[in-house]
């Protein structure tokens, strides 16, 4: 069911919006101490006033910085969206009696966006006596409020994996200091669901997708985000040093259970490497792949690649994060997915 149509009315106006940048009518990401207090109110809610962490390190200064990184695209997405719509862009106009409920409840979102990017930038700023990290000028695959949507919960979900990463990283780095982040951590994460169910809804899926949820690891997200940024664009990109992976894509749509056809950008070596996805609470998933298609593209090959996507066998409902993997590794989580990485992450989204 994909009830959602009816939310757009069938009609072609103008198109624009190309990339987009910072900053804000309010200032952000630098909003004076009036744009705050305004943000606070359009958000539903303040920053807390709970005293600072003990306590923070490198590895907790680079996720602070990636999980800022991550919030900028957001707020530049909700933001381009929420202009497509009120500009009534070709394939944003919404019915009357949704437009409403839509707008503001967009405009709440961006609002909580700017100000978990605030946030987070702020922790950078705290601990590192005052640098920030800069937005970059993105661009996104999608032209329709459909589109727009589907890709609002892709993103949503991938956040949510990183989050549970950095959770993971916080209570290893900090033990016993981490504690008030790790609190914190968890009031966005809750939050981040909330965002995610309303936008499965709005697609006619049902708000929650599975008993536990993917995770991913902090390099996998950066690779990913990698994706909707100009390139250049990042004025200080090199602040946040994690490694990145060359893209996994997805040629064929995947509606369940069977074979996905894959590409890369350089070889692959059917013998020593496999295709692993991580969804939910299982162990990842590793399969083998067939080399189905080789090609130039100028000087780089490009592979395209078959692997059997067993959806139904390991009930794989939500996000589900797919890499190729040297082989003969045994993972238990995406970290161990992650170091094993070739190429990747593909998002898969099936129900
Ligand atoms: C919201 O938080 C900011 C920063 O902690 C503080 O300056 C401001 O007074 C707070 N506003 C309200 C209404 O509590
Ligand atoms: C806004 O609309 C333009 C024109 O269709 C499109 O290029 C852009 O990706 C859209 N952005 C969002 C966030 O929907
Ligand atoms: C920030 O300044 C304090 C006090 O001068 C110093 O102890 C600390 O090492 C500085 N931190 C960084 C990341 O430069
Ligand atoms: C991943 O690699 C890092 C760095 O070599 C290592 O510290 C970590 O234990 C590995 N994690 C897993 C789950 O294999």
Redesign the pocket.
């Given at each position: 069911m994909r009830f959602h149509l009816s939310f757009v009315l069938p009609l072609a106006t103008l198109v624009l919006a190309g990339p987009f940048s910072f900053p804000l009518s309010n200032g952000f990401p630098f909003p004076d101490d009036a744009a705050l207090d305004e943000l606070f109110t359009r958000a539903g809610g303040n920053f807390t006033n709970a005293p600072l962490a003990p306590r923070f390190d490198d590895d907790s200064l680079i996720s602070w910085k990636l999980q800022a990184f991550n919030e900028f695209m957001e707020v530049a997405f909700f933001t381009q969206l929420i202009a497509n719509i009120t500009e009534r862009v070709s394939g944003y106009e919404l019915s009357p009696q949704y437009e409403d409920y839509i707008l503001n409840s967009l405009r709440a979102i961006q609002a909580q966006e700017e100000m978990h990017a605030y946030n987070a930038n702020d922790a950078v700023r705290y601990f590192t006596n005052g640098s920030h990290i800069f937005p970059c000028t993105y661009f996104f695959p999608v032209s329709s409020f459909d589109s727009a949507i589907a890709f609002a919960q892709t993103f949503t979900d991938m956040y949510i994996g990183l989050l549970t990463n950095i959770q993971q990283r916080t209570a290893r780095g900090l033990g016993t200091d981490s504690e008030s982040i790790i609190y914190v951590l968890a009031q966005a994460l809750g939050q981040e669901g909330q965002q995610s169910g309303w936008f499965r809804t709005l697609q006619g899926k049902h708000p929650s997708a599975e008993p536990f949820l993917t995770s991913s690891t902090r390099e996998l997200a950066f690779s990913w985000l990698h994706r909707f940024i100009v390139p250049g664009s990042c004025p200080n990109i090199e602040a946040i040093p994690l490694r990145t992976f060359p893209r996994l894509d997805v040629l064929t749509p995947v509606r369940g259970t069977g074979k996905v056809v894959f590409e890369v950008p350089g070889p692959v070596d059917s013998k020593t490497q496999r295709m692993a996805y991580v969804n939910g609470a299982l162990v990842p998933t590793v399969v083998p792949f067939s080399v189905v298609g080789q090609f130039y593209c100028g000087e780089t090959v490009f592979s395209k690649i078959a692997a059997e996507f067993p959806f139904s066998h390991n009930v794989m409902h939500g996000m589900t994060l797919a890499t190729v993997v040297k082989s003969g590794v045994d993972f238990?989580?995406a970290?161990?997915v992650?170091?094993a990485t070739v190429y990747g992450p593909a998002v898969i989204q099936v129900a």
């Open positions: 238990i989580t970290e161990g992650t170091n």
